[in-house]
Each structure stands twice: as structure tokens, then as C-alpha cells.
């Protein structure tokens, strides 16, 4: 009977131990993802306004705004409740201006910061709107004149990081930024750190994720930090499992985080386009979903989670005719 009582106690320990051990980058549960083409591509240019077969460089997506789908560019912004069929709404613009960061936050579209295109002058400008019609300046960063600034929703708050502060007449970045900043309201911001730990950096790719906040690399660098706060943080890897590279994806979906995309270190950008897809549960761990996705290889696509799927809008097309030829794709969990 003894014999029996240590074999059974044992068993239990073994048991116990396979369920609650497992080695570093053990993934007990693969999901199944396929990607669908929503829209297909088009022709492309270089015109302010969205339509079929095409896709601006200014026209950034927002989602879950009036339960639609919105895009916001520099002459209108488009709503759509498929992503196929939109609607146009004229509207009060900032004049012809880039990269802004924008967001939905408390009720409203955000767009903040950016540059004047044909000055090369940047601006701290705050605007929002209730009907992504009708927009209002309504104030002025205390954060400075910056482009490229990552802009995210945490804890109740909309939190403001890096970016670059001086730019050459040809796009250059010459002074980029690591700090951080918080508002409870869009309007009063507050300096929660001067310099954070991670290196200044144009293009900082920052989401949250289980009440933790990501950045997941920037512009050439692929290291991976994360925070619970927004001021203290922690370098995951350096090096993460993906390549570095610029203008690539980043989101969260299904509880993971994403990466997919973009163009790597080539100096003519049209023949270093990207298409792989990668995810990880914890910001360490980094699992290869494709090599090459079913979507060309682009880079500076938009990307937006609605109605449970990750999707994907137009990107730089590279080749021998490189466009933003409107193709729109999603991501879903079968």
C-alpha cells in the first residue's frame, strides 16, 4: 500500500509539473490565421482623396468610431461600415500636412502634430472632431512642433512617444526624441519622462497589450520594451526574432502582438519591400505566421482591428511602378 501511495503522489507531481512548466518559446496552442482580399489593387497615384484603386500617403484609419470604419486625409475623411463601400464627409482641415498621429480617444477623432508638407515645418497643433466632419484646433502641444510621435490609449489616458523634432528639406530626420507624455483629456499634457531608457527614435511602434504597454521597435530598430506604467521600462530583447526595417506594421489582435511588413535596410526603397508576418504573446517570443503573405510585398500600409479582424489598407506597392494601389486586406482567425 505504501509502494502504491508514493507511486500515486508521485504521479500527481509529474502531472502537475507538465502543466504548469514548459520551455521558453513552447506555444501549447497554435490558432489558425488566413488572410482575405477585401479590395483588390488598383492603378495608384498620388491624389489627396481616396477612391477605388487607389490609396494617399495621408489617409490614416481610425475604427470603432460611430460603429464605422474611418480613414482621415487632408481634403476629407471617409467612413465605411465594410470597407468596401465608403462615404465621403467634407470637412475643416489642418492645409496640407503629414504625418500626424491620430486616434480615437473619449468620444473623438485626435489628430496631433505633423508637418506642413510644403514649408517642411512641423507643428504641436491638437485638433478633434465629434463627427469626423467638422474639425477644431483646440490646442497647442506642450510636447513641441514634432512628426512621427507614437499615440496610444492606456488606462484611461492618451499617452504621447518620441518622434522627430527637426527634419532637412528632403524628409531627413535630424533630432529625434524618447521622451514620454500623458493627458487625461487631450488638452494638458504632463512630462512623465524626459529621456525613457529606449533610444530617441522617428516612428516608435507603440500598443497595449493585458494592461501593459509595448514598443515594438521604430524606424531600423528592431528592439522590443515594455512598460505598466508608461514612464519605467523594460528592454524584452534587442534583437527581436523579425529583421529590422522601416514603415512596418504593428498591432494587436487575438491577444498578440504583430508585426508584418515594411522595407529593409536596401537604399533604393522600391526594391526592399517587405511581406512577412510575424506575432508573440509576450514581446520575447516571436513565431513566423508567413514568410511571404498573401499580399504584395509594401511598405507604409495602415492597419486597424475591426469587427474582429486585423486589416491591412494599400501600402507602397515597390517594383518597376511603385504606387499605393488601394488594395485592402484582412487578417482572420478561422
Known amino acids: 500500500m505504501k509502494t502504491l501511495r508514493n507511486l500515486l503522489i508521485i504521479t500527481v507531481l509529474v502531472l502537475v509539473l507538465v502543466c504548469f512548466t514548459r520551455p521558453r518559446g513552447f506555444v501549447p496552442f497554435k490558432p489558425v490565421y488566413t488572410w482575405k482580399e477585401i479590395l483588390p489593387a488598383g492603378n495608384g497615384s498620388h491624389q489627396y482623396e481616396w477612391k477605388p484603386g487607389t490609396f494617399p500617403m495621408g489617409l490614416v484609419p481610425h475604427a470603432a468610431f460611430n460603429g464605422n470604419l474611418w480613414m482621415v486625409g487632408q481634403e476629407a475623411s471617409w467612413s465605411s461600415a465594410d470597407g468596401i463601400t465608403w462615404t465621403r464627409h467634407g470637412k475643416n482641415d489642418w492645409g496640407e500636412r503629414i504625418w500626424l498621429s491620430g486616434i480615437y480617444f473619449g468620444g473623438k477623432l485626435w489628430q496631433t502634430g505633423g508637418m506642413r508638407y510644403q514649408e517642411r515645418e512641423l507643428t504641436?497643433?491638437?485638433?478633434?472632431?465629434?463627427?469626423?466632419?467638422?474639425?477644431?484646433?483646440?490646442a497647442n502641444g506642450k510636447w513641441g512642433p514634432r512628426k512621427g510621435h507614437a499615440l496610444v490609449v492606456f488606462k484611461n489616458k492618451l499617452w504621447l512617444?518620441?518622434?522627430?523634432?527637426?527634419?532637412?528639406?528632403?524628409?531627413?530626420?535630424?533630432?529625434?526624441?524618447?521622451?514620454?507624455?500623458?493627458?487625461?483629456?487631450?488638452?494638458?499634457?504632463?512630462?512623465?519622462?524626459a529621456q525613457a531608457p529606449w533610444s530617441p527614435r522617428d516612428l516608435p511602434?507603440?500598443?497595449?497589450?493585458?494592461?501593459?504597454?509595448?514598443?515594438?521597435?521604430?524606424?531600423?530598430?528592431a528592439d522590443v520594451w515594455c512598460s505598466a506604467d508608461g514612464k519605467n521600462w523594460t528592454q524584452l530583447t534587442a534583437k527581436a526574432g523579425w529583421k529590422s526595417r522601416y514603415d512596418m506594421g504593428v498591432h494587436v489582435f487575438?491577444?498578440?502582438?504583430?508585426?508584418?511588413?515594411?522595407?529593409d535596410h536596401n537604399p533604393d526603397h522600391h526594391k526592399g519591400a517587405l511581406n512577412d508576418v510575424w506575432y508573440s504573446s509576450n514581446g520575447t517570443d516571436w513565431f513566423r505566421h508567413a514568410d511571404h503573405a498573401l499580399w504584395s510585398p509594401r511598405s507604409g500600409g495602415s492597419s486597424v482591428v475591426f469587427h474582429d479582424q486585423l486589416w491591412i489598407?494599400?501600402?507602397?506597392?515597390?517594383?518597376?511602378?511603385?504606387?499605393?494601389?488601394?488594395?485592402?486586406?484582412?487578417?482572420?482567425?478561422?
Open 313 to 334: 489598407f494599400s501600402g507602397k506597392h515597390t517594383g518597376a511602378d511603385p504606387a499605393w494601389k488601394g488594395d485592402v486586406w484582412a487578417l482572420q482567425k478561422r
Open 161 to 193: 512617444f518620441g518622434g522627430t523634432s527637426k527634419v532637412s528639406r528632403d524628409f531627413e530626420s535630424l533630432e529625434m526624441k524618447n521622451d514620454v507624455w500623458s493627458s487625461p483629456d487631450g488638452l494638458k499634457w504632463t512630462l512623465e519622462t
Open 124 to 138: 504641436d497643433e491638437i485638433w478633434n472632431s465629434e463627427n469626423g466632419s467638422d474639425w477644431r484646433k483646440v
Open 254 to 263: 487575438d491577444g498578440r502582438l504583430w508585426v508584418f511588413g515594411g522595407r
Open 205 to 221: 511602434h507603440v500598443v497595449a497589450l493585458r494592461d501593459t504597454l509595448y514598443m515594438v521597435g521604430a524606424q531600423g530598430i
